[in-house]
């Protein structure tokens, strides 16, 4: 339930694409479990400035209110608006239509600078 194709932070949080553009921002199928039922979502506006590790929101479930964390510095440039009405689609799809935001890096580097699959899935089983 890891891809190998994106890159992950200790938080539970995923990063698609290389940032040469825009990269999608999630929260790993690992996170959703761990929340139970998702209930409710809180995302910046499109335009917001994020500095890596400050928080980007907050996700609400049946047991608790989670924080999430910015992966990367950017601009937030799309959210997720479809999770506004359906917060479950990031229980039933977090690598998909359960995607949070889109985030314009301010140094592409930063998300080569992520965790890979192999290292998320040593911190998740440690």
Do not use: C
């Amino acid at each position: 339930m890891i891809p190998e194709d994106l890159r992950y932070t200790a938080e539970h949080e995923w990063v698609s694409g290389d940032g040469t553009g825009p990269v999608r921002v999630g929260i790993t199928h690992f996170a959703q479990d761990a929340l139970g039922d998702i209930v409710y979502v809180q995302l910046p506006d499109e335009g917001t400035a994020v500095q890596a590790g400050d928080n980007l929101g907050e996700i609400e479930s049946t047991k608790s209110v989670s924080e999430i964390y910015a992966p990367i510095s950017g601009t937030v440039v799309a959210r997720n608006a479809t999770l506004s009405d359906e917060p479950e689609l990031i229980n039933a799809e977090p690598y998909a239509a359960g995607w949070l935001v889109e985030i314009t890096p301010d140094d592409p580097a930063s998300v080569a600078a992520l965790l890979d699959a192999d290292a998320y899935q040593a911190l998740t089983e440690g």
